[in-house]
């Protein structure tokens, strides 16, 4: 399993950005990928999480209203689009992928710890 993110890069506040994660190496069609980031210092925060199963999604409170997630399921490409951008939205973003309970439904689904499988990170640097 392989996930590619990309997408990030500088913006100033209130501006946009928007993070794709193409995900191959797999034939399985029920899963969920989710987006974390990780500011210096602090620990892996989920931001948010898509389901190819039952279409479920779900954010962190500190991003709703302001980013959305979506997929191309031809492509397994699952995209966050950042608008209103912050500067404590700085930070690495990774996507991840996980097949044992493929639904966003529940506040756990973005627990950092129920995916196995990581991308590399893409920066996002929020600055004026």
Not at 17 to 25: D, I, N, P, Y
Not at 79 to 97: F, R, W
Not at 98 to 127: A, D, N
Request: proline fraction near 4%; glycine fraction near 10%.
């Amino acid at each position: 399993v392989q996930l590619q993110a990309s997408g990030g890069g500088l913006a100033q506040p209130g501006n946009s950005l928007r993070l794709s994660c193409a995900a191959s190496g797999f034939t399985a069609e029920d899963y969920a990928i989710g987006w974390f980031r990780q500011a210096p210092g602090k620990g892996r925060e989920g931001v948010s999480c898509i389901s190819s199963t039952d279409d479920s999604i779900r954010y962190t409170d500190s991003v709703k209203g302001r980013f959305s997630t979506s997929r191309d399921s031809t492509k397994k490409t699952v995209y966050l689009q950042l608008n209103s951008l912050k500067p404590e939205d700085t930070g690495m973003y990774y996507c991840a992928i996980q097949f044992h309970l493929p639904t966003c439904m529940f506040e756990r689904s973005i627990t950092p710890e129920r995916y196995k499988h990581w991308g590399q990170g893409t920066q996002v640097t929020v600055s004026s």
